[in-house]
């Protein structure tokens, strides 16, 4: 979802995108459904261009990005405080 910062994107380009950042090849149908699911739940909207549908993100699924991100940086914070070795003097 956080890709979808950068512009509007089909389902063909999220399908390529998980292919060649990750090296899986996730089917057309667990992709479609996902984005139906997210525009469902508000997070991104489909629109038409020409005959491809993209999907852009809404003013929430921006917000929601935000807040998944702002909390990873906290949690590895959090984790490095943690996982840092004492010093015992």
């Known amino acids: 979802m956080s890709e979808l910062r950068n512009?509007?994107?089909?389902g063909y380009d999220?399908?390529?995108?998980?292919?060649?950042?990750?090296g899986f090849l996730a089917s057309s149908g667990t992709v479609y459904s996902l984005l139906?699911?997210?525009e469902r739940n508000g997070l991104?909207?489909?629109i038409?261009?020409?005959?491809?549908r993209v999907y852009k993100l809404t003013e929430k699924g921006?917000?929601?990005?935000?807040?998944i991100l702002n909390s990873q940086d906290k949690i590895k914070g959090?984790?490095?405080?943690?996982?840092?070795p004492q010093t015992i003097n």
């Open 7 to 10: 512009g509007p994107i089909s």
């Open 78 to 84: 959090f984790m490095a405080t943690i996982l840092r």
């Open 14 to 22: 999220v399908i390529s995108y998980i292919h060649n950042r990750f």
């Open 48 to 52: 038409w261009i020409e005959r491809k």
């Open 62 to 67: 921006l917000r929601t990005i935000e807040a």
């Open 36 to 38: 139906y699911s997210l």
């Open 44 to 46: 991104v909207e489909g």
